[in-house]
């Protein structure tokens, strides 16, 4: 006789639907869907992060910036992450969380540094103990997995968080940090962003799983899959995994179910893979629209004050691209600078090709 | 002082490194309870606690990769790959994140990590587990390589390694893990890294060698030496950084070179020290440069292990064909 030993179940939150309206459906509505005073905060970084977004492609664009991996479509899913988190818990990034980043102090200026070659960008003015940018994929899971480890076994009450994307959660790395989580009932949570693209490869091609988040369930974790452009609904799951890994009641994974607007980068060209009308159906359902929608709705906000915020938002943009252009134009770092961390000291067998580096003259790259 | 094996010593660093720095975890797949595959950890998670010597699951990606996360959050573990042949899956996160952490965030970050591991041949193991692969590790900026070829040397270069601000990849031989004897004083005294230990002095001919192989060609210095030749030895400990410069002064002595190392010849560390000798001590060779070394082949099954490895023979054929020379 076959008997079942064990079975799941993953759930939904959504509290704001795309037309700006919550649906209570007889569920508890967050407090923060009363707190105006706070989504006024949320939704002004998530205008500022998509300011930002846009000149940074444009700059890459017009040759002042390498390539850029834009996070358009995104802003309420990183915000939401960043905006959950402590100073001291620990961040550990893919490369386009912007939103998150931003909100724990890492300056626009250090984004467009990195993304323009230069990498004084990782010396974050955020929290000197978060994570670099990570290009690898899914590796960054691990790294908050040890971080987290650390921080249990000196018994300091953080948490570590990770992102991953759709295409990331194919990874080992990924699938090894929550085994790990598991094990050792790790204060982490590791967010899916599920954009639906791996660059030019759909989600139905990573697996046919009817959630990413039940991944999280084959090591015991809270699993739950949230509206990623519901920032209501994503900061009310990200509180509740973050409370539960600090108290000790063990690690998470939460897919927040979003879309790639843009190209994967600005050296990519979804029209080749990718149907018009699907990012059309996608723009339908983006972020900031349906805030405003809920804020404007209740009288919270309006046109006028939606073109000074704009307005705001543009100068502080203007003024970080002032900043990024200063630093690496006008004091770009040295000839002999990639010596100088490689290691605490510099072995003796380096200072040879140290020399030797300092005796040609600095090529541009820009 | 007591009379201990190499891998003696290894455990003996290990303790004295959990007690003095509170940092330190020594972390890795069996080596709690069982006290690792080679007893390397025999009794340590007994005396720290399973806190501080942490069997993991299996899994070598988690183990470098969580080894970066703790590193990077002040502390210092020390991994235990069970075999240098399953280091293979964590060279993502030596080379992408441990080896380039402080460069890649200007010095705000950094990785103190240790990435033990037995290596090489000559056990009658199985199956990829007799690799000698340090010039896999020694080709990337920003880790350390170093491969202990004594109980002393183990000791002092483990500690130096856990103490290290930056990552080191320790390459322990297990051929000779058991080989000697040596009387090694727990005081917590480490040997430089990044240099080069003489451990023989000759003046007719240099043998540049590192790992086990310091077995075979102290074995054949002592054998020319009955024939009249006068070689020094070299064990290269840190294969990266190197110090060619001890290399370099010895050989300006000697006048010849002969390399020993387990490893496949094309693109190995003996390259590099040939190609730093010619670079800069061409004009005091009295020879061409000898490498004797693994064949560019896969390490084969143990039977055949032996007529893989370099032997003394071929140690001195290549020693005594740099005499050839005037």
Redesign the interface.
């Known amino acids: 006789m076959a008997a079942t030993i064990a079975s799941f179940k993953v759930d939904h939150f959504q509290f704001l639907n795309p037309e700006g309206q919550l649906v209570t459906d007889g569920q508890p509505i967050p407090a923060l869907a009363r707190d105006i005073k706070q989504l006024l905060s949320l939704y002004r970084l998530m205008t500022q992060v998509r300011v930002f977004d846009k000149k940074a492609v444009a700059l890459q664009r017009t040759g002042k910036l390498g390539t850029y991996a834009s996070c358009l479509g995104h802003e309420a899913a990183h915000v939401a992450i960043g905006s959950a988190m402590r100073e001291e818990d620990?961040f550990?990034p893919m490369y386009r969380e912007y939103g998150a980043q931003m909100y724990r102090g890492v300056k626009m200026s250090e984004i467009l540094m990195y993304w323009g070659g230069d990498?004084?960008g990782?010396?974050?003015s955020g929290p000197?103990?978060d994570?670099?940018w990570c290009v690898?994929i899914a590796?960054q899971?691990?790294?908050?997995?040890?971080?987290?480890?650390?921080?249990k076994?000196h018994h300091q009450p953080r948490v570590?968080v990770s992102v991953v994307g759709d295409g990331g959660s194919s990874k080992?790395?990924f699938l090894?940090?929550i085994?790990?989580a598991s094990?050792w009932k790790l204060p982490l949570v590791l967010v899916i962003v599920n954009n639906q693209w791996a660059i030019s490869v759909p989600r139905s091609k990573q697996n046919t799983a009817a959630t990413l988040a039940q991944k999280g369930i084959a090591g015991d974790l809270h699993s739950v899959q949230v509206d990623g452009n519901d920032i209501i609904a994503a900061r009310y799951v990200m509180d509740k995994v973050i409370a539960a890994a600090r108290e000790g009641k063990g690690a998470s994974v939460v897919e927040m179910m979003t879309y790639r607007l843009s190209d994967h980068t600005t050296a990519d060209d979804a029209r080749r893979y990718r149907d018009q009308a699907e990012v059309d159906a996608a723009w339908k359902k983006e972020p900031l629209t349906r805030l405003r929608s809920y804020l404007m709705d209740q009288g919270f906000w309006d046109e006028v004050k939606e073109e000074e915020l704009l307005a705001e938002c543009a100068d502080r943009v203007q003024a970080a691209v002032e900043d990024y252009q200063q630093r690496v134009g006008d004091q770009p770092q040295a000839v002999d600078e990639?010596f100088?961390?490689?290691?605490?000291d510099l072995?003796?067998?380096?200072e040879a090709q140290r020399e030797l580096a300092r005796r040609y003259p600095p090529r541009g790259g820009h | 002082m007591a009379e201990i094996t190499l891998v003696e010593a290894v455990t003996l660093a290990l303790a004295h490194e959990l007690e003095a720095d509170p940092t330190v975890?020594v972390f890795g797949e069996d080596v709690g309870v069982n006290g690792g595959v080679f007893r390397a950890t025999a009794g340590l998670q007994k005396r720290f606690g399973d806190?501080r010597v942490i069997d993991?699951?299996l899994?070598e990606?988690?183990i470098?990769?969580?080894?970066?996360?703790?590193?990077?959050?002040?502390?210092r573990?020390v991994v235990e790959a069970q075999f240098e042949g399953f280091m293979y899956p964590m060279v993502?996160?030596i080379v992408?994140?441990a080896a380039r952490?402080?460069?890649?965030?200007?010095?705000?970050?950094?990785c103190p990590a240790v990435f033990r591991a037995p290596w090489g041949g000559g056990i009658h193991a199985p199956e990829h587990h007799s690799d000698s692969n340090e010039a896999t590790w020694a080709h990337f900026?920003?880790v350390r390589t170093v491969i202990p070829s004594s109980p002393a040397r183990a000791y002092g270069l483990l500690l130096a390694a856990i103490r290290d601000?930056?990552p080191v990849v320790f390459l322990e031989p297990k051929r000779i893990y058991r080989w000697q004897r040596e009387d090694v004083v727990d005081n917590g005294e480490e040997l430089p890294l990044?240099v080069c230990f003489v451990l023989r002095d000759g003046s007719d001919v240099t043998l540049v060698t590192w790992g086990a192989m310091v077995k075979e060609t102290l074995e054949a210095a002592e054998a020319l030496d009955k024939e009249g030749i006068s070689a020094e030895v070299i064990d290269v400990a840190t294969v990266a950084?190197?110090?060619?410069?001890t290399i370099l002064e010895s050989v300006e002595k000697t006048g010849r070179c002969v390399i020993v190392h387990e490893a496949p010849k094309h693109c190995g560390v003996g390259a590099e020290v040939a190609a730093g000798l010619a670079d800069e001590g061409i004009w005091h060779l009295k020879a061409p440069i000898k490498r004797v070394t693994g064949y560019d082949t896969v390490m084969p099954l143990y039977r055949g292990e032996m007529n893989y490895m370099p032997s003394v023979e071929r140690i001195l054929d290549a020693a005594r064909a740099t005499l050839e020379f005037a």
């Not at chain 1, 100088?340 to 605490?344: E, H, Q, V």
């Open positions: 620990c550990a990498e004084r990782n010396n974050f000197k103990h994570f670099p690898p590796t899971c691990l790294h908050a997995a040890g971080a987290a480890l650390a921080y076994l570590a080992g790395d090894e940090a085994n790990a094990a990639m100088r961390y490689m290691y605490k072995p003796h067998n380096l | 975890v806190e993991t699951p899994a990606v988690m470098a990769g969580m080894a970066v996360g703790m590193a990077a959050q002040g502390m573990p993502d996160h992408n994140h952490l402080r460069h890649r965030t200007r010095g705000r970050m950094s900026p920003g601000p930056d990044d950084p190197i110090d060619m410069a």
